[in-house]
C-alpha cells in the first residue's frame, strides 16, 4: 500500500486541530487497537492520514449478477434449521434456503443461542453473501453475511490488512477518517494542471478510490484509465519528474573537480591496452574526458549492450582521475563481478603504476581496517567493491570519481551525504539496459547519456535457438560439440533447489544429470548460496581451468566473462524475462568464434512466453529486443526497470504510461522555464509538496 506524506503547513486555529486529527496515530480511530496498529505499521501504515492514502487493491460488487467477485450471493427464502455434529463433536448450524434454483444451506460453525437463529425468519427472503462451496452435494455458504436488499449493487473496497483486523472493523475505522479527515486534505498538484487534465481534485479523487459507487467506475479503476486514478499517476510522475529536473539544475551549478587530460599520459594508458578502442568506445570516451575537464560535476551515463566493453571506459576514466591525484570508486552490483574487475583492474593498472583494491562482504574485518586506513591517507587510487562500499561509511583522502556498474544508480540522497562530506565526484553509471533513448531521457533527465552502440570487431552473432524440454538431447549434442572443441558451456537454471512449488528443475538435482550425461567432461556447480571463496574458486576454474561446464543458477548473470566460453544452455527459459535472457546470452560471444544460445523450454507455455521466446530468436540487439518487449507488454515489470533502478512506482507504470509521461515531461520543462525558483503563486503547491517529501529541505534543489 501507498502512503503519502501531504504538505500540511501551519495554518489557522482550525487547521492546526485538523492536522493533528490527520498525524494521530491509528489507534484514534474506533475499532483499530494496538495490535492491530502494530500490524498496520509493518505496512507503513501508522497515521490516520496513512489509512487515508492507502488504497483498495481491489473492490467486490455486491450484486445478484455474477460479476467477477471471489465471493457471491445465493438468494432464498429460509425454510428451517437443524444442527449437525461434526466427527469431532462440534455442532454446526444449518440453515436451509429455498432459492429459485433449488435449495441451498447456510452453515455456522460458532454460533450461540441468539445468532443467527433469532435474526432468520421463516418464509422470509434472504440474500446470504460469501463464498460459496458445496455441502453435501448442496451449495452452501459457511458464516454468511447477510446482506440488506437496499445495499445489493453496492461497491466495497477490498484492502490488504494485517491478519486479526477484520475487514469490516477496518472499513469502519477509515470511514471515520475520511468524514473527519478528507475535507483536510491539501492539494497537491497546482489548479492549472487539474483543470488542463480535467483531473478531480485530491479530496474527490481520494474518496472514489475507496468508495467508486458504480461498477463502471470500478472498472475503469481497475484498468487505469479512471481520472481519480490517473490523476495519482500523473501525480507521481510529475514529482519524480520534477525533482529530476531540479537536480540537473543544481549538478549544473556544482563545482566539481577539473581534471588535467594529459596526451601524454593517454599515450601511456595506449600502450597497457590489451587491445584497440572501437569508434564508440572512443566516442563515449571524448564525451568522458569533456566532461572531466570540466568544473562542471560530470553525471554521466553510459549504455551499452552486454559486450560492447564498457569495462575498459571505466578503467580509463579511473586511470586519467588517478594520475591527477584523485581517489576512484568502481561499485559492481555483485560480489562475483566486484572480484572479476578487480582482477582485470590488477593487470590493467599494474602497469602504470596505479594501486587497486578490493573492498566487499567477504573482505575480512581485519583487512577492511586495514584498506579503510589506507583509503582515508591516499594509499589505495582506486578501490572496487559491491555497493556496501560506500555505505560503509568509508573516509576518502580524496575521493574524485564514482563509477557504478549495471543496476545501481545514485538516489538523490547518496549524492547529497556525499556532498555533504566535502566531495563533488565526477559521477559515472554504466548500464546494459537497452532503454529505448526518450525513455532514458525521461526517467534519466538528470544525466548526460553516452551509447556505445557497436561490438567489438569481428565479433559474430550468436545462434539462437529453442528446444522443447524433450529434445534436450539435440541441444545437449550442440553443448558436445563445442566441448569438444575445448570450449567451454555454461547451463542456467532458474533455481537453486527443488523447493519451491513449481518444481522447476532446480541446479543442485540438474547438476547430477548433467553430470551423467557428460560424463568425460569436468562439470562445476555454482549457486547464490555458496561463499563467497567458494564463488571465486569455481569461476575461477571455469575461466583458467579444465572445468568444461559450469552448471549455475542467474548468479553469473550480470557480467561475468570467460571468452572461451562459446555456449549457454538455459533450462525453464519461459521462466526468465526478456532482459535476463538477454543478459545470460551475453554470457557467449565475448570472443571471435561462433557461439550458441541454446533456449530449453516446459512442453507447454503460454503463448506470451512464445511470443518472448521468439523475440530471443529474431533479434540480438538489446535495443531491438527492448523495443519487442515494449510491444509485447502491457503493464508490469518492464524490460530491466529493476536493473536500471528506476524508483518503486506505485501508481505509475512506465510502459502503460508513456503518455502521461510526455504530458509530465512537457509541464514541468515549462514550469522550470517559466518559475525555476517556483515562486509564483500558482506553484506555492509543488513548493509545499517538496518541502514535505524532502523534510523542509529543499536547498539542495536551488529552491526555497
Ligand atoms: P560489457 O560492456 O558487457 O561490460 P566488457 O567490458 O566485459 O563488456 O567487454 C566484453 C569483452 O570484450 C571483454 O572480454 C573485453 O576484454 C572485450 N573487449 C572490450 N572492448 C574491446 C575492443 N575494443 N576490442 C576487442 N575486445 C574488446
Ligand atoms: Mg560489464
Redo the contacts with the bound molecule.
Sequence with gaps: MNTYNNGLSNGNKDHQAAVSFLTQPVTALVGIGSKSSEGLSRLKINTVKDIIFSFPYRYEVISLDTYDNERKILAGSYEGSSLIKTRKGKSIFKAVFKGNNGYFFCLWLNYNHTYPSSILHQGSYYYMYGSVTQYDGVMAIFHPEIINKNDLGSVRPIYSLPSGLSMSVYRKALKIAINKGLKQIRETLPNYLLDKYKYPNIQDAVYTLHYPETIQNVTSIMNRTHTAYERFIYEELFYMQIVIQLNRKTYNNIKGIKYDIDKDYLLQINEVM?????AA?RKSLIEIFNDMANVKQMNRLVQ?????????IAFIAAAVAAHNGYQVIIIAPTEVLAEQHYINAEKFFRNLNIKVDLLTGSVTKKNKEIIKEKLSSGLINIIIGTHALIEDNVEFQKLGLIIT?EQHRFGVHQRKSLIDKGHTPDILL?T?TPIPRTLAMTLYGDLDVSI?DEL??GRIPCITKAYKSKNINKAYEIVNDELNKKRKAYFIYPLIDESDKLELKAATQSYEEVKKYFHNKNVGLLHGKMKAEEKRQLLNDFKNGNMDILVSTTVVEV?V?V?EATVILIENAERFGLSQLHQLR?RVG??NMQSYCLLITSDNISSYSKERIQAMLDYTDGFKLAEADLKLRGQGDFFGTKQSGVPNLYFADIIRDIKIIKNVKYDVENIIVEDEELILEKNMVIKERLMSMYNNSTSYFGIG
Design positions: 590489451p587491445f584497440k578502442l572501437t568506445q551499452g549492450d552486454v559486450g560492447s566493453g564498457k569495462t575498459i556498474d554504466m546494459a556505445i567489438p570487431p557480467g566473462d571468452p551475453g565475448r570472443n
